[in-house]
């Protein structure tokens, strides 16, 4: 836990933050970035059907940190 002494309230849910990137080939590099220095990986980067390449890894209280970038031909 990254805050001693601080507890999520029951019922809470985690919070989710989205970082976008410039490149997909970003969205994997800080990936590996981040689950190299030991955070834990949720979901690893994947083209996502809505045409973003997308991942999540976790901080940690549990939070989700989203990481995407459009893929080419999408905004």
Do not use: K, Q
Not at 31 to 43: D, I, K, N, V, W
Request: glycine share 14%; hydrophobic share 35%; aromatic share 14%.
């Amino acid at each position: 836990m990254a805050r001693p002494g601080w507890h999520r309230g029951a019922g809470s849910p985690p919070v989710f933050l989205a970082f976008r990137f410039d490149s997909p080939a970003d969205v994997d590099a800080t990936y590996a970035e981040l689950t190299g220095a030991g955070y834990t990986g949720a979901r690893e980067p994947w083209d996502a059907f809505w045409g973003h390449r997308y991942a999540t890894v976790l901080d940690p209280d549990g939070n989700g940190i989203d990481l995407y970038c459009p893929l080419p031909g999408h905004s």
